[in-house]
């Protein structure tokens, strides 16, 4: 069975610091996503990493895979208040459109 | 593009009583979509997984007889959640794709409350 587990769980940061969000999954996925959820709203797709060493970069948020260690990361630089979300992370596989999400980082900036 | 809409988006009813909420494609079509179920300050849990013109595929776990999937066409899945109870209440949420292992994309979710 595939797990998927993030830390921390919850993190609360000042303004203008910067922090990394974990994701370890438990078996050889494919594809790998980072997700946002706001309080009462769905999901908003931040970035989908397919392969082992990618890293993709949006604003202050960076990602990273590495499919070795079946980690990826969630990187946030000079945070800003507009950041604070629920960030998920959600991993699939080749052959499975099954979708299987991490526990969530409930993400609060402080000013 | 990849625009997924839900109908309605909050739904109040009561114990008992049965409730629809439909999951549409708006500019693709969605061989294959899926319906999450996430309780408060809780991660997604995948309920079932629905092909078109096929029996939807439901998780361990889950009530088929209960959490009824319709899948009939290739823009449009319903879930009816029937017999509501108050442990049903929670935020539902489909996702699509064009099948063939392509990205899901999320629907904006439905609030249901049962009183």
């Known amino acids: 069975e595939l797990k998927v587990e993030q830390n921390p769980l919850f993190l609360s940061m000042q303004e203008g610091k910067n922090y990394t969000i974990y994701c370890n999954y438990s078996?050889?996925?494919?594809?790998l996503y980072w997700y946002r959820q706001d309080p009462g709203k769905s999901l908003e797709s931040l970035f989908v990493?397919?392969?082992?060493?990618a890293v993709k970069q949006e604003g202050r948020l960076m990602a990273s895979l590495d499919t070795k260690a079946r980690l990826s990361t969630l990187h946030i630089t000079a945070a800003v208040h507009d950041l604070s979300a629920t960030y998920f992370c959600?991993?699939?596989?080749?052959?499975?459109?099954?979708?299987?999400f991490g526990t969530g980082t409930r993400l609060t900036i402080i000013p | 593009g990849a625009v997924v809409s839900q109908h309605p988006s909050r739904v109040i009813c009561k114990s008992g009583t049965s409730v629809k909420i439909e999951c549409r494609s708006l500019?693709?079509?969605?061989?294959?979509m899926f319906w999450y179920r996430q309780f408060p300050k809780q991660s997604l849990m995948l309920m079932a997984t629905?092909?078109?013109?096929?029996?939807?595929?439901?998780e361990q776990g889950v009530e088929k007889d209960k959490f009824l999937i319709n899948h009939a066409s290739l823009t449009l899945s319903t879930l009816t959640v029937t017999s509501a109870h108050p442990e049903d209440s929670s935020f539902y949420i489909c996702?699509?794709?064009?099948?063939?292992?392509?990205?899901?994309?999320f629907g904006p979710g439905t609030r249901l409350t049962v009183l």
């Open positions: 078996t050889t996925s494919d594809r």
């Open positions: 990493l397919l392969s082992n060493g």
């Open positions: 629905s092909n078109e013109g096929s029996k939807a595929t439901y």
């Open positions: 959600a991993v699939d596989r080749l052959g499975n459109e099954k979708l299987t």
């Open positions: 500019d693709f079509q969605a061989t294959t």
């Open positions: 996702s699509a794709s064009e099948g063939g292992y392509n990205e899901q994309f």
